[in-house]
T-cell receptor, first 113, second 110 residues
Framework: DSGVTQTPKHLITATGQRVTLRCSPR?????VYWYQQSLDQGLQFLIQ???????AKGNILERFSAQQFPDLHSELNLSSLELGDSALYFC????????????FGPGTRLTVT | TQLLEQSPQFLSIQEGENLTVYCNSS?????LQWYRQEPGEGPVLLVT?????EVKKLKRLTFQFGDARKDSSLHITAAQPGDTGLYLC??????????FGTGTRLTIIP
């Protein structure tokens, strides 16, 4: 158990819909990272927040957005969902503003039908 | 864009055998990490290497960072079924972003 929690574990929704994935970092960690893992693209970095502020952006689509709240939990919002958005979404956390030692949550499996 | 290619993509060997998997790039990384991911779970950090030529050992696993900090290898001695999983390397570049490799899916047959 990494100490990072993610909900829900599984999510099935239809194309065009909007979903929100939630992540609670390890106690004491200030950084939250979101990743997407699909069979053909591997593990792709989406976005990082540090203490409530956006710090780095990766391959995140404009239809996707995220935020980190004062209690440090984070949410990833995915809208206008497409079949290709079906993937595992992982959240990771670290103490510092650097992915030097990050701990991953168990992931949310999103299926878009 | 920094790319990390891992080879082989799939590897299936008998318990007790030795194996090496590779992580290669044309880019230089300030540090490189190895993760193992089991089905239904997130990746778990195994090791971080920072210095060119550095070798780190974790029980039966030996990790080496290339002298030029562009590549790395993971050697497993006397593989066990518990070593089964997806092995991912990840390099941290000058922009502090972590780039993950394509992964090696390892299966150890009892």
């Amino acid at each position: 158990d990494s100490g990072v929690t993610q909900t829900p574990k599984h999510l099935i929704t239809a194309t065009g819909q909007r979903v929100t994935l939630r992540c609670s970092p390890r106690s004491g960690d200030l950084s939250v990272y979101w990743y997407q893992q699909s069979l053909d693209q591997g593990l792709q970095f989406l976005i990082q927040y540090y203490n409530g502020e956006e710090r780095a952006k990766g391959n995140i689509l404009e239809r996707f957005s995220a935020q980190q709240f004062p209690d440090l939990h984070s949410e990833l919002n995915l809208s206008s969902l497409e079949l290709g958005d079906s993937a595992l979404y992982f959240c990771a956390s670290s103490v510092a503003d650097s992915p030097y030692e990050q701990y991953f949550g168990p992931g949310t499996r999103l299926t878009v039908t | 864009t920094q790319l990390l290619e891992q080879s082989p993509q799939f590897l299936s060997i008998q318990e007790g055998e030795n194996l090496t998997v590779y992580c290669n790039s044309s880019s230089v990384f300030s540090s490189l990490q190895w993760y193992r991911q089991e089905p239904g779970e997130g990746p778990v950090l195994l090791v971080t290497v920072v210095t060119g030529g550095e070798v780190k050992k974790l029980k039966r696993l030996t990790f080496q960072f290339g002298d030029a900090r562009k590549d790395s290898s993971l050697h497993i001695t006397a593989a066990q079924p518990g070593d089964t999983g997806l092995y991912l390397c990840a390099g941290k570049g000058g922009n502090e972003k972590l780039t993950f490799g394509t992964g090696t899916r390892l299966t150890i047959i009892p």
